[in-house]
């Protein structure tokens, strides 16, 4: 543990073969994980997955029922929640609505006994943090749901804990906050390089917080990558679809090898293997895949002549969403359909051909059967 220069205390979490079952349900299983001192690690996975459960068994509220947790450098087993050194915001937080803000975020320290100066100190520097600072004289019902939201965090700051635990704090916002408070969350993870496990369903809050993020589905770790890692290079077809919106297209296919080429054969379409990439799925030949393509990696033809035409793919348009700085096309091709993101100058109309290049360099293949492993690089 050491000691930053706003005198919080840092630390890294490790778990260990951590496991929880209620009764028949494996809501955790067998998982392992190293948050790193000042990391901001995002938990995100489908509703059930397991974050909630694993959050609070950090934060000493629920029991393991096997692996370890060390926070620091101490194992945790045991210790109960308040000597943890941890805070913990969730998404329902309780301000005292008869308290103004300032008493809001000094209560838990008078509660431990702090000497008012100290806690007038760091009252102060928390709201000075937060930007609430002309709020302090208010009530919470005279805040916005943003300013209530920075008051429940105050209220953890001013504790200056090792670790910050965080379940969903932003899904009561609408979208607007949402957005604006999450830029404010990694501002204050940058000031105060303090560590945290920020738990989400959001993928694409995932993305843009997480300094690391893990991929969680039912109760176990799909895949662990800084975010831009994980959005190329994904593990399986599960975090493929999971993380990027739209999620990314899948096809039956079959890797066919002719003359001195690779193609990849679906139903509808044939495709080729960029040269460069042979070596990944020469031996391959012959076999049974799930083909990937992100809807951002198909372009039209007419904007994207650098992508070559060697292999165009004609769909006819089923759905038109002018986005503005993008257009998202439902394709139909055959018996397939896909979404594509093109550039915003197409012009075209439901029911009508459309001529779409994918970019087979950004093209994904994963394994028949499940758990869908992905082949290649
Ligand atoms: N106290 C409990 N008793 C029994 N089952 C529980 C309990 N708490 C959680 N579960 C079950 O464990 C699994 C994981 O729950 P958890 O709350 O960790 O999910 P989550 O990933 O946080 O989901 P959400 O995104 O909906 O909050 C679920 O199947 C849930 O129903
Ligand atoms: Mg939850």
Not at 77 to 100: C, N, W
Not at 117 to 135: F, M, S
Not at 235 to 240: G, K, R
């Amino acid at each position: 543990m050491r000691d930053t220069y706003r005198g919080l205390k840092v630390a890294r979490i490790i778990l260990e073969n951590l496991s929880k079952k209620f009764a028949k349900i494996e809501a955790v299983r067998n998982v392992s994980l190293e948050v790193e001192d000042g990391e901001l690690l995002v938990l995100v996975g489908p509703s059930g997955c397991g974050k909630s459960t694993t959050l609070r068994m950090i934060a000493g509220l629920e029991e393991p029922s096997s692996g370890k947790i060390y926070i620091g450098d101490r194992s945790v087993s045991g210790l109960a929640p308040k000597d943890r050194d941890i805070a913990m915001v969730f998404q329902e937080y309780a301000l005292y609505p008869h308290m103004t803000v300032y008493k809001n975020l000094a209560f838990g320290l008078k509660m431990r006994g702090f000497p008012k100066d100290e806690i007038d100190r760091r009252v102060k520097e928390a709201a000075g943090i937060l930007g609430i600072t002309e709020l302090l004289d208010r009530k919470p019902r005279e805040l916005s749901g943003g300013q209530r939201q920075r008051v429940a965090l105050g209220r953890t700051i001013v504790r200056k804990p090792a670790a910050f635990l965080f379940d969903e704090p932003l899904s009561n916002l609408d979208a607007k906050l949402r957005v604006q408070m999450r830029a404010e969350l990694s501002k204050l993870h940058h000031s105060l390089k303090s560590t945290i496990v920020y738990v989400t369903h959001d993928q694409v809050e995932a993305m843009t917080m997480g300094t690391k993020i893990v991929i969680m589905k039912d109760g176990e770790i799909q895949q662990v990558g800084r975010p831009m890692e994980i959005y190329k290079r994904p593990l399986n077809m599960f975090v493929a679809g999971f993380i990027g919106s739209p999620s990314m297209n899948f096809f039956p296919a079959r890797i066919v090898s002719a003359n001195s080429e690779i193609l990849i054969e679906t139903e509808s379409f044939r495709v080729p293997v960029p040269r460069e990439m042979h070596h990944q799925y020469q031996n391959l030949s012959g076999r049974e895949v799930i083909f990937g393509i992100r809807p951002e990696d198909i372009h039209s033809s007419d904007f994207m002549k650098e992508l070559g035409e060697e292999a165009p793919v004609n769909g006819i348009v089923e759905v038109i969403e002018p986005l503005g700085p993008e257009i998202l096309l439902d394709i139909r091709c055959g018996e397939s359909s896909f979404v594509a993101r093109v550039d915003p100058r197409v012009e075209t109309e439901l029911g009508q051909e459309i001529k779409l290049i994918f970019n087979m360099e950004k093209m994904h293949v994963f394994e028949a059967n499940s758990p869908h492993r992905r082949i290649g690089d």
